[in-house]
């Protein structure tokens, strides 16, 4: 199957650093999602980008699709920002039989 | 629109017990698929279904079983619980438009089998 691989897998800042995640996938996907994962464990959508460039306030996500890698960039971090986030992929041409996530990036945000 | 909805959100079973987790999406999506979560690691699927009627396995099928009568409602059903089954259990659903298959998940239910 496919594999997904993030980077890095911890990563502890301070509060207004910025921050580049990045995540390899190891096939064509014609879905790929970030997900925020919250101290409460809740999953968030934060991008559905399987090419392309998307910003939403803070946080920006770019796909390569042709090289097989997606990066989240997080600027100005707050400690809301803290928690796990997952990319999430999904094989092209096999319709929506489910995503297949990486192992994530743990993210803490010190005050 | 209530999204997709997860009952109960946490539960205790003893070893041999039995459950369903009820999951239930307001979206008319189609899809619907079923996720565990062990500690420290990503989401795995555990079940999917394309449609009412239609189910197939994920990666890790081993002592679940589903159904889906319904567009709604996609229930997993967990027979005689094991303490490798002690997970965070997610449900989620897309629909396919045009190459589109955002998913979306519910709040998941936290399992622990004694």
Request: glycine share 10%; charged share 15%; aromatic share 10%.
């Amino acid at each position: 199957g496919i594999q997904v691989e993030q980077s890095p897998p911890d990563l502890i800042l301070q509060e207004g650093a910025n921050s580049t995640l990045r995540c390899n996938f190891s096939d064509s996907v014609n879905n790929l999602q970030w997900f925020h994962q919250n101290p409460w464990g809740q999953l968030i959508n934060l991008f559905y980008i399987p090419s392309g460039t998307k910003q939403n306030g803070r946080l920006s996500a770019t796909t390569v699709a042709t090289e097989r890698y997606s990066l989240l960039y997080i600027s100005s971090s707050q400690t809301t920002d803290s928690g796990v986030y997952f990319c999430a992929v999904e094989l092209a041409g096999g319709g929506a039989d489910g995503l297949t996530f990486g192992k994530g990036t743990h993210l803490i945000i010190q005050p | 629109n209530a999204g997709v909805t997860q009952t109960p959100k946490f539960r205790i079973l003893k070893i041999g017990q039995s459950m369903t987790l009820q999951c239930t999406q307001d979206m008319n999506h189609n899809y619907m698929y079923w996720y565990r979560q062990d500690p420290g690691m990503g989401l795995k699927l555990i079940y999917y279904s394309v449609g009412a009627g239609i189910t197939d396995k994920g990666e890790v099928p081993n002592g679940y079983n589903v159904s889906r009568s319904t567009t709604e409602d996609f229930p997993l059903r967990l027979e005689l619980a094991a303490p490798s089954q002690t997970s965070v259990y997610f449900c989620a659903s897309s629909i396919l438009d045009r190459d589109r298959t955002e998913a979306f998940f519910g709040q998941g239910t936290r399992l622990t089998v004694v």
